[in-house]
Nanobody, 122 residues
Framework: VQLQAYGGGLGQAGGSLRLSCAPSGSISSIIAMGWYRQGPGKQRELVAEIASGGITNYADPVKGRFTISRDNAKNTVYLQMNSLKPEDTAVYYC?????????????????WGQGTLVTVSS
């Protein structure tokens, strides 16, 4: 399974960008889909996550500005980023956590996308 993220690029402070990501293969059960980011010289951090039941979790710096959503039919996760700030500049990674069922076994899976660069100019 590979995760392909789309929508990164150059944005302006106060502007908006939208990221999307979908797994290329099948996952028996998706537990959560989310976005992480890694800014220059920083560690990777959670941006937002949405559980299978729709419960969302946001990092404090993006609360009120970013919205995560999911299209269950397409197994696609979106990140709508509004009121962008230069400090949002980072490589954004899509993440999917789930389970595969095979031969009576439950296999936890944790997939990461290749990352998409978001640059916000002031």
């Amino acid at each position: 399974v590979q995760l392909q993220a789309y929508g990164g690029g150059l944005g302006q402070a106060g502007g908006s960008l939208r990221l999307s990501c979908a797994p290329s293969g099948s996952i028996s059960s998706i537990i959560a889909m989310g976005w992480y980011r890694q800014g220059p010289g920083k560690q990777r951090e959670l941006v937002a996550e949405i559980a299978s039941g729709g419960i969302t979790n946001y990092a404090d710096p993006v609360k009120g500005r970013f919205t995560i959503s999911r299209d269950n039919a397409k197994n696609t996760v979106y990140l709508q980023m509004n009121s962008l700030k230069p400090e949002d500049t980072a490589v954004y990674y899509c993440n999917v956590k789930g389970r595969n069922y095979s031969g009576g076994y439950v296999i936890p899976v944790d997939y990461w996308g290749q990352g998409t660069l978001v640059t916000v100019s002031s």
